[in-house]
């Protein structure tokens, strides 16, 4: 298993908006989220705990719609099958996280059963997806790809979400993971045009 150091370091030996420098970052925050989720409590965990599944929302829209399409021409497609079936899992997971209280007995250990689930599924995309796009994928095409999804992470400007309804002042920040990956995707085809 990879930690997020060994993540950072990774990402430190290829230019900053590389596509899979960008997603090995993002792969030590969400480490580094679930060290702190774990470990605080109350509102600070709550806190905590939303900003995770608002990072991992990003990571796993920017995966599905910039990083799987090229990876499925370059691996089986028994491999992106298995990480679909890993996120998907993981979505469903968040979904029972997000109905119970932070500082419920049984919070803590599945939380820590996800964030186990989360790290094998990290490494195996370090191991495999993100050796054959770094030996496979033009550099340049590398570079774009990161762009896009760093421009894609800069917080959207604000409206309504046809899922959630209303006016977009009235809708929480951070709502159920299935609206915030879907927040996610759309941000990511409003910035797919500016490649």
Do not use: C
């Not at 298993?1 to 990402?11: C, G, P, V």
């Not at 469903?92 to 803590?108: I, K």
């Not at 999804?149 to 409206?159: G, V």
């Amino acid at each position: 298993m990879h930690t997020a150091r060994d993540e950072r370091m990774a990402a430190a030996y290829l230019p900053q908006s590389n596509v899979v420098s960008v997603l090995y970052e993002q792969h030590a925050q969400i480490r580094d989220h679930f060290e702190m989720a774990g470990t605080l409590r109350g509102e600070a965990s709550k806190a905590s705990f939303d900003a995770l599944r608002e990072l991992l929302a990003k990571h796993e829209a920017a995966e599905e719609v910039v990083m799987r399409p090229v990876s499925e021409k370059l691996l089986p497609a028994g491999f992106t099958r298995a990480r679909e079936a890993e996120e998907a899992n993981a979505a469903r997971e968040l979904a029972e996280l997000e109905r119970m209280d932070v500082d419920a007995p049984e919070f803590q250990p599945r939380l820590r059963q996800l964030e186990e689930a989360v790290s094998l599924h990290a490494s195996r995309e370090e191991t495999d997806e993100f050796s054959a796009v770094l030996s496979e994928v033009s550099e340049h095409e590398q570079q774009e790809m990161g762009r896009w999804i760093l421009r894609a992470m800069q917080p959207a400007p604000a409206h309504s979400h046809p899922m959630l309804g209303g006016a977009a002042v009235g809708q929480p920040v951070v709502g159920p993971f299935a609206a915030l990956l879907d927040r996610a995707r759309d941000r990511l085809a409003e910035t797919r045009d500016e490649r």
